[in-house]
Antibody
């Protein structure tokens, strides 16, 4: 079964560093783009960026560039979303999702992680 | 960057009636070389991650009921539920994957009248 399993909920204080993870299984992790999506409380979906695990090529939304870092370790089939210093406004659910077509970023995402709830207070 | 808009923000429809959601992109997401529209629709129910419903504007994903249809081309797209069922209550999002950043629309909430 193809799936993405995300790390558990986090509670942080403003200024803390944070890393959440997304582990893929059931497919060749390195050759499918992985996206990160934010959903603030009661709000819609916001596209943060994507990574191609094979070579760690990353693309960010301008809205999130410099605010977060996306990384991947293909040896353990895991993608990461990192903050060096979180803000209260980072409180949200963060989803990872796999792009549908191998090697292509220009396709929809079809497999979603369960979401990681991040609370900064 | 491509900006996605949706209308209405929410709609309440009687069971068995038609629901229509519109999505508009600020520039065309039709790729002329392959004549494909780089537009997806997702359904999100409370407490769940989104689920891919349509890709390429009108390609229904496996498991999506036939009462759902996607249409449109260029900059204007529509998701239609031909006969609303109780399990269709959700928020529906469109997304373009033509150009990074692959922006989402703000969502349309569908409820039962």
């Amino acid at each position: 079964e193809v799936q993405l399993v995300q790390s558990g909920a986090e509670v942080k204080k403003p200024g803390d560093s944070l890393e959440i993870s997304c582990k893929g299984s059931g497919y060749t992790f390195s050759t499918y783009w992985i996206a990160w999506v934010r959903q603030m409380p009661g709000k819609g979906l916001e596209w943060i960026g994507i990574i191609y695990p094979r070579d760690s090529k990353v693309k960010y939304s301008p809205s999130f560039q410099g605010q977060v870092a996306i990384a991947a370790d293909k040896s353990i089939n895991t993608a990461y979303l990192r903050w060096s210093s979180v803000l209260a406004s980072d409180t949200a659910i963060y989803y990872c999702a796999r792009h549908q077509s191998e090697t292509s970023e220009n396709c929809p995402v079809d497999i979603w992680g369960q979401g990681t709830r991040v609370t900064v207070s | 960057d491509i900006v996605m808009t949706q209308s209405p923000d929410s709609l309440a429809v009687s069971l068995g009636e038609r629901a229509t959601i519109n999505c508009k992109s600020s520039q065309s997401v039709l790729y002329n070389s392959n004549k494909k529209n780089y537009l997806a629709w997702y359904q999100q129910k409370p407490g769940q991650p989104p689920k891919l419903f349509f890709s390429w504007s009108s390609t229904r994903e496996s498991g999506v009921p036939g009462r759902f249809s996607g249409s449109g081309s260029g900059t204007d797209f529509t998701l239609t539920i031909s006969a609303l069922q109780a399990e269709d209550v959700a928020v529906y999002y469109c997304q373009q994957y033509y150009n990074s950043p692959f922006s989402f629309g703000p969502g349309t909430k569908v409820e039962i009248k």
